[in-house]
């Protein structure tokens, strides 16, 4: 809405400014990075307020190697990687042998293996 006070909450703080010509376009500093937020709300001249509006910046950032154990008996390979990633196992001629959601909260994961590895199989 033409003349509306734009405002944008993100998460290194306020930025206010007026709707001109049917848009508004905000310097973002430091730019949103790895699924950071941003909402934002309109107030008219009667001071009405819009509810938010969101979006989430992309995540451009790969995550760090995951933490990587197997059993004793080589069936169950445990760890943790970034939280609600997708791991992947592979053994050492780069074949899938697993996958599994790293836990969404703590980053912790399990992957039961069909055939153990055994004598030093990396």
């Not at 709707?19 to 730019?31: H, Q, R, V, W």
């Not at 445990?78 to 609600?84: L, R, S, V, Y």
């Amino acid at each position: 809405e033409e003349g509306a006070t734009v405002s944008l909450t993100t998460p290194n703080g306020l930025i206010e400014g007026t709707i001109e010509n049917g848009s508004f376009t905000a310097p973002l500093d430091p730019a949103l990075t790895n699924g950071e937020t941003i909402s934002a709300t309109l107030t008219d001249a009667a001071n009405n307020t819009s509810d938010a509006g969101t979006a989430r910046a992309t995540d451009s950032t790969a995550p760090e190697a995951p933490v990587v154990d197997i059993n004793t008996d080589g069936t169950i390979v445990t760890g943790t990687a970034e939280p609600g990633s997708r791991v992947t196992i592979l053994d050492e001629n780069n074949a899938i042998i697993g996958r599994a959601a790293a836990n969404a909260d703590t980053g912790a994961y399990e992957v039961v293996l069909e055939t153990p590895l055994t004598n030093g199989e990396v």
